[in-house]
């Protein structure tokens, strides 16, 4: 397919915003990918986790802050 003389590249699946668009549609992927984020964002916390000089309540901040809402936003979308 040409658009203003330029062709386009067909591809499997490709990022768009916050979703992983795929050619059939199929939500899976972008389910699989956000819990994947989520891990590894939160593996990423693992040493404020291990901390004992470190209050709860402070260490969930950055839990709701940054894995929940990647995770949070799949379920949301019903995927």
């Not at 768009?16 to 795929?22: E, K, P, R």
């Not at 950055?62 to 995927?79: E, I």
């Amino acid at each position: 397919m040409l658009i203003q003389n330029e062709q386009l590249e067909h591809v499997d699946t490709f990022p768009y915003l916050v979703s992983l668009i795929t050619e059939d549609g199929d939500c899976t992927t972008e389910f699989r990918t956000r819990l994947i984020k989520g891990q590894a964002i939160g593996a990423s916390l693992q040493k404020i986790w291990k901390s004992h000089s470190i209050p709860i309540s402070t260490k969930i901040r950055p839990m709701k802050a940054l894995v929940w809402p990647v995770q949070h936003t799949a379920v949301k979308a019903g995927l």
